[in-house]
């Protein structure tokens, strides 16, 4: 079945910085790759996807980049503000599968 | 809120109680999920049900146990639970495959067994 595994574990950058966060998976079927924000207290709220087609999708200081070949995928935001620190899940499925999420990133943005 | 749910927000139950989390999804989808958050692991996917069928049942123990009496509602049942239980459980609902397609979290359950 499908793995995923997601580095690092924590993350503490400086307001106005970039955070990159990385994802592999282990089955070269999956062709959905989903990003969670969880903020305290809440569920994760889906922040942005791409799918295997596509090699890089962007929305505002959002980014996430697809390597098939190396089957890893990343969540890069820009200009991080105090709102972004929370705890960050990647997940991975395909057609008839059910979700593997990443084990989570907690991010804190210093002011 | 996400269209996704959940109650009660926060639950403490004893070892011998019975209680029942409840989950409302309107959005449209007939696929929904319950998950489990434990400190320091990965989303436990405990159940799934298409169409009010239940499709999974990762070998989750018998004293938590689920209920989809329509494709909106899903509930989960609780008794007899361990310490071992406590955590954050969400429910989830997606449309169904055959694409894979976002699924939509509600705000949990957190759950404290004493």
């Known amino acids: 079945g499908e793995n995923v595994e997601q580095h690092p574990s924590t993350l503490s950058v400086q307001e106005g910085d970039s955070a990159v966060i990385k994802c592999t998976y282990s089955?070269?079927?999956?062709?959905?790759f989903p990003w969670y924000k969880q903020e305290l207290g809440k569920g994760p709220q889906l922040i942005i996807d791409?799918?295997?087609?596509?090699g890089e999708k962007k929305d505002q200081r959002i980014a996430v980049t697809l390597n098939k070949t190396a089957k890893h995928f990343s969540l890069h935001i820009t200009e991080t503000q105090p709102e972004d620190s929370a705890v960050y899940f990647c997940?991975?499925?395909?057609?008839?599968?059910?979700?593997?999420f990443g084990p989570g990133t907690r991010l804190s943005v210093l002011p | 809120e996400t269209g996704v749910t959940q109650t009660p927000r926060h639950l403490v139950m004893g070892m011998t109680n019975k209680k029942s989390l409840k989950c409302e999804q309107h959005?449209?989808?007939?696929?929904m999920y319950w998950y489990k958050q434990s400190a320091k692991k990965p989303l436990e996917l405990m159940f799934v049900?298409?169409?009010?069928?239940?499709?999974e049942n990762n070998s989750v123990p018998s004293r938590s146990s689920p209920e989809c009496p329509n494709s909106s509602h899903l509930f989960l049942h609780l008794h007899t639970l361990q310490p071992e239980d406590s955590a954050l459980y969400l429910c989830?609902?997606?449309?169904?495959?055959?694409?894979?397609?976002?699924?939509?979290f509600g705000s949990g359950t957190q759950l404290s067994v004493l």
């Open positions: 791409i799918r295997s087609n596509v």
């Open positions: 089955d070269s079927a999956s062709n959905y």
């Open positions: 989830a609902s997606s449309q169904d495959p055959p694409d894979p397609e976002k699924l939509f």
């Open positions: 049900y298409n169409f009010k069928e239940q499709t």
């Open positions: 959005l449209g989808h007939n696929a």
């Open positions: 997940a991975a499925n395909s057609y008839g599968q059910n979700f593997v």
